[in-house]
């Protein structure tokens, strides 16, 4: 199909989650923007997330999308399915791009009602739903050997893209939710000026997870040894696992469970640094400009990587099979063996090599 890049004037970009993808997608947001100035740009994302683009300069409105009530019947399901996508048709874009291109997503492409359609053709459904097809640079059947930010970036190629002078991630927090986070850290004894570290010591699925002994570990090192204030997050699933933890400090900390995204946020911008596993709050802490330090094990930092921001990335010494599946694959030695392989050592250290670039503490 011929692409005339001046009829576009209303666009939809579909990106339903995760965390981590949907802060990373910012600068093909920027890229879009950059591209047809002119246009009005939508995006489509999860109700959970939107959060994450308010004021986001990018796009002029996000579209939440609902997956429902839990035990919603089958009839209920498609029927609010079916009113989203009246929704969308009703809105006439003049083009659909897909970052996400799962079968969801490929499908609302197809029936956006849309002229132009972009997307990744790794599948014969979205060669058959996208009219645009995003090319693989030596023919793979999807890109998984760049960073997400790029691999996002690459599915515009065929729209003549104007490329960014900087490919950033974009994340910013309400009032509300800066004043719930400053109340929640001088309720516990957080002091303006202290220096804070934000521990996420979650991930799905737990064998991204550095193991408990040793994040228990880190806490002691970091509540008796530095001056740093720690604050421990997670979600109620993830209760347990931060109580061992302080068990095994033998320490105390403050807890930040049962945050909507948005506080979490918040709280992430209050504080100076930011420790977790391969997940999507450590992106969200990197949109931010925090120094991280991050865990890695069966997921591969070339793709997942904190972007933009002072970073330490620990990993064991390569093994055979990494990066892995993760997900469909039981571990062949056990459980999270490569993350267990993290030496807490380099952990303290990556610590102290990141305490040297805030400002405060120098």
Known sequence: M??????????????YRSIGDLVLCNPALETIRATFPGARIDFVVDEAFESLFYKNPNIDRSIPFSRGSKGEGKIKSLLRELRFILRIRAEKYDMVVDLHCGPRSAMLAWLSGARYRLGYPFRFRNRLFYNIHS?????????????????????????????????????????????????????????????????HPGASPDIRRLPVEKM???????CNETIIKTVL????????????????????????????????????EAGDMFMGNDSGPVHMAAALKKPVVVF????DPEVWAPWGTD???LRTARMECMPCSQYKVQCPYGGNHCMNRIPVEDIKNAVTSLMAKIPKLN
């Open 2 to 15: 011929k692409f005339d890049k001046k009829s576009v004037k209303k666009i939809l970009v579909l990106r």
């Open 135 to 199: 090319p693989f640079d030596d023919g793979k059947t999807r890109p998984n050997d760049s960073h997400s930010v790029n691999n996002m970036v690459k599915i515009l190629s065929p729209l003549d893209p104007a490329e960014p002078v900087e490919k950033n991630l974009f994340l910013t927090c309400r009032d509300e939710d800066r004043k719930f986070a400053s109340d929640f850290l001088a309720r516990n004894g957080v002091l303006p000026g202290e220096t804070v570290m934000v521990i």
């Open 216 to 222: 228990g570990e880190v806490l002691r090192w970091l």
């Open 233 to 268: 997050a997670g979600t109620e699933a993830e209760r347990d696992f931060i109580k061992q933890m302080q068990e095994i400090a033998g320490r105390e900390r403050p807890v930040a469970i049962g945050f909507t995204l948005g506080q979490f946020a918040a709280l992430l």
């Open 296 to 299: 890695f094990g069966p997921g």
């Open 311 to 313: 970073a330490v990335v």
